[in-house]
């Protein structure tokens, strides 16, 4: 298979259109993450850009192929621990790009002074998912039963995934 | 010890003034919750009656004397799973308070048809809390290495606590 090499900036408000277009058909598919299968265009500009410290694009080619986000896991006291969430094109699987992806968001919480990174409802059917986040050093620090309600599959686990940056 | 009677109804506006009383010195502490600890009354506002799906009050002679929230723990496929928080008045510890709140909240998350309930960060240095949450039917879900920064024991493990309502 071929890997061009990718490209991981900031995001900028520009990127939108792409970015939603990456981010659209995931959601609606509903499989990986949490969000309302019927989420608008706004209210995941809200959930992806302004809610979070930071957001990325993962590039190749010239167009964006991935993007993810970084922001406290809590306030407060819990402040220390981040949590990113991370979205690859679905036309673009296969290419480490969400590797890639993880492994740049370690970077930048260990630069922005963040000392953990935990995932909150990894969805046990993704089993590419677990296995790559636990090559990325994660640990799984939590099972939660029936926690995320599948489309397909029917109520499935979740399980909390965890870094310590130390 | 004496045990009055509490009784647990919805919040109302009119409640913010003795409930802020009751959440205050807790935030203050900042032993418990991963709220900041020099939070205001409006931020706290929005965060335990604004952004809940419910607040409650518990009362005691006619006063309030602990405070809880329910919201969805995520939204979409997540959405079957709720979260809640307990404050009990520090002046009001060993009563009951808790127990009561937690009993009451397990039905109303039951009439509101959730299906689970978690604890996102139950800190582990506070053994009453966790006691009383396995006590009330929740699983240790998950351990958190240092999730947690604790104003005087530094960083501690927080646990991921959770019950199936079926």
Redesign the interface.
Known sequence: MQTNPISIRRFEEQDWPQVWGVLEPVFRQ?QT?????E?NASEAHKAWVEIPLCTYVAEMDGQVVGTYYIKPN????????CNCGYVVATTRRGRGIAAGMCRHSLAEARTQGF??M?Y??VVSSNEDAVHLWKKMGFEV???????????QLG?VD?L?M?Q?LG
């Open positions: 509903g993450y949490s969000f309302p299968s989420i809590q306030p407060g006291q819990g402040g220390h621990v000392k953990a935990q909150n409802l620090a939590g099972r939660l039963p029936k926690a995320f309600k599948h489309p109520y979740a909390v965890y310590w």
